[in-house]
């Protein structure tokens, strides 16, 4: 890490004292020029995104890290994305989720059917649907892919840069999605629920906490199958996801291997919530 930018002088002297950088400014380009970084991490709010990437791609950056997400503005988004390809400049949009290694084991398992055909996907999310729910909207088109929406249930509120609603969706490996808005003014809950022929597997904490139940023949009526009474805790690997991002983007950069989760993955999340929006 070679230097902080922010436009408050105080919280980059403060950033750069924390984590002993030996650079720390309010301006982008002398930044920029002064350091000559490899990877550029975005930070900033949503709505100086694109006019940053465009920036450090005119300043021959060779890799972006971007907060989710890349733009509200669907075709902004996609213009940044068309750039950084023209330009050569490896975009990557930190859905951390998509690196984490347990939930990539999670996503092998099911293309290779070790859970069955999946019955039900349930998905708890508060704050906005492109706020937290894209998380999980880019999670499930990683681990299945094809995602599209069948019906809006109902609306909490629709604002300018994100939508709040209860919806149904599907897939082609999946006939049931249901995405559920939990109110933070309750409490906020950010959780995946998914129902698979040999079992359930919960995502709780936003995946702090993995658990699987298996299922079992009824102790009761043996010829029916109910789930375990007692769950298994899988190991939690998401602390330790954005380690996985980084090693991932700086394997790239030497030539090994391919972005686990691209920009283009990540336009198809923004299309997903943008068609929502519009529906709404």
């Keep these: 890490l070679v230097g902080v930018i922010d436009r408050s002088p105080a919280v980059a002297r403060q950033f750069a004292e924390t984590w002993k950088i030996p ?24 709505n100086t995104h694109v006019p940053v990437i465009k920036e450090l791609c005119q300043a021959g950056v060779r890799a972006i890290l971007c907060e989710k997400p890349i733009a509200y503005d669907l075709p ?3 213009g940044a994305v068309e750039l950084c390809e ?31 055909r999946t019955e039900l996907i349930r998905v708890l999310y508060s704050k906005g649907l492109i706020h937290n729910g894209s ?31 209860d919806f149904t969706a599907t897939c082609p490996a999946v006939s049931r999605i249901i995405f559920q808005n939990v109110s933070e003014q309750s ?33 009761l009526l043996p010829k029916e ?9 899988l190991p939690a690997t998401l602390p330790r996801a954005m380690l996985e991002v980084i090693r991932n983007i700086t394997d790239v950069l030497g030539g ?3 972005l686990q989760s691209d920009a283009r993955a990540a336009l198809r999340t923004l299309r997903f919530c943008a068609r929502l929006r519009t529906l709404a």
């Design 135 to 165: 998380h999980f909207i880019s999670l499930l088109d990683q681990w299945f892919g094809g995602l599209e929406i069948t019906r809006i249930l109902s609306i909490e509120r629709y604002e300018q840069d994100d939508v709040i609603a």
């Design 256 to 258: 090994k291997g391919k």
């Design 23 to 46: 650079f720390f400014g309010t301006k982008l380009m002398p930044a920029v020029e002064k350091t000559g970084p490899d990877l550029v991490s975005i930070c900033s709010p949503t």
């Design 225 to 233: 199958m109910t789930l375990s009474n007692k769950a298994k805790k």
């Design 187 to 219: 409490y906020v809950l950010n959780e995946i629920e998914a129902l698979f022929e040999r079992g359930r597997l919960e995502l709780r904490r936003g995946g702090l906490d993995i658990y699987w139940t298996d299922r079992n023949s009824d102790p």
């Design 76 to 78: 902004a988004a996609e």
């Design 86 to 116: 023209k330009n050569g400049v490896l975009l990557a949009i930190n859905y951390q989720r998509n690196w984490d290694r347990q939930f990539n084991r999670i996503r092998k398992s099911i293309r290779q059917a070790q859970f069955g």
